[in-house]
C-alpha cells in the first residue's frame, strides 16, 4: 500500500493551539526569533527551545520537511491559547514520524520547565495520538524516554501507553531508554 504525505494541519484542544511546522516556521525557530513569534502569532519564551529540541534535532526536521523525506513526519509547535492565562506564548513542541516497524509511527514531545506540570503535555498528545491514528495503515504508536524522566513517563501513562521494557541501541534506540507502546483499540476506523 502506498502512503501518501500526510497533509498538516492544525489542532486545537482546551487550552493549546498546535500549529504544524512548515518550512517557514522551522526555519524561523532555526534563524529568527521574531519571525517565529511573528508566525505563530505568540510571545517566545527566552527559554526556547525545550530539552531534546537541539539543534541537531531541529537542522533533522528542517531536512525531512524540505525534502519530505517521511510520509508520517509532522510536528507541531504547542502555542498555550488560553484566555484565563493572558497571552498566547510558545510552550513546547512535539509531533510524529515513521518508524522501521510497518504500521508505526513514533512520538515524541518537548516542554519548557517553566510549563511542565500544567498537563499540556498531556493535553496535546492525546490529540496528537487519536491524529496519529486516523491516518491510513497506522495500527501503533512506539515512544521513548528515560526512566529518570518522570514527567514524560506520566504523560504516556495517563494517554494509554504502556511500558515494554529497554530501548536497545541495535533496533534503533538511544541507550538507557524505555519503551512505550500504544495499540489502536480494536474497531477503530
Known amino acids: 500500500m502506498a502512503v501518501t504525505t500526510m497533509n498538516p494541519f492544525r489542532i486545537r484542544t482546551e487550552r493549546l493551539d498546535l500549529i504544524p511546522a512548515t518550512l517557514e516556521i522551522l526555519e524561523a525557530d532555526r534563524d529568527d526569533r521574531q519571525n517565529l513569534a511573528r508566525l505563530l502569532s505568540a510571545s517566545i519564551p527566552g527559554s526556547w527551545p525545550p530539552p531534546l529540541l537541539d539543534e ?3 537542522a533533522e526536521f528542517i531536512r525531512m520537511t524540505a525534502e519530505n523525506a517521511d510520509p508520517f513526519f509532522i510536528t507541531w509547535y504547542w502555542v498555550r491559547d488560553d484566555p484565563a492565562e493572558g497571552e498566547r506564548v510558545l ?3 512535539g509531533g510524529i514520524a515513521s518508524a522501521p ?3 508505526t509511527v513514533l512520538i515524541g ?5 517553566e510549563f511542565q506540570r500544567h498537563g499540556y503535555a498531556t493535553e496535546a498528545v492525546r490529540r496528537i495520538v487519536a491524529a496519529a491514528f486516523a491516518l491510513p495503515g497506522v ?3 512506539v515512544a521513548t524516554t528515560y526512566p ?3 514527567g514524560s513517563i506520566r504523560v504516556l501513562e495517563k494517554n494509554g501507553f504502556a511500558c515494554v521494557g529497554e530501548g536497545h541501541p541495535g533496533e534503533g534506540f538511544e ?3 524505555v519503551v512505550y507502546v500504544l495499540e489502536k483499540p480494536d474497531g477503530s476506523a
Open 139 to 141: 495500527r501503533r504508536i
Open 91 to 93: 510552550v513546547g513542541s
Open 109 to 113: 514531545y518537548s516542554v519548557l520547565g
Open 56 to 58: 541537531r534535532t531541529l
Open 101 to 103: 516497524a510497518p504500521g
Open 175 to 177: 541507550e538507557g531508554t
Open 148 to 150: 529518570e524522566l518522570v
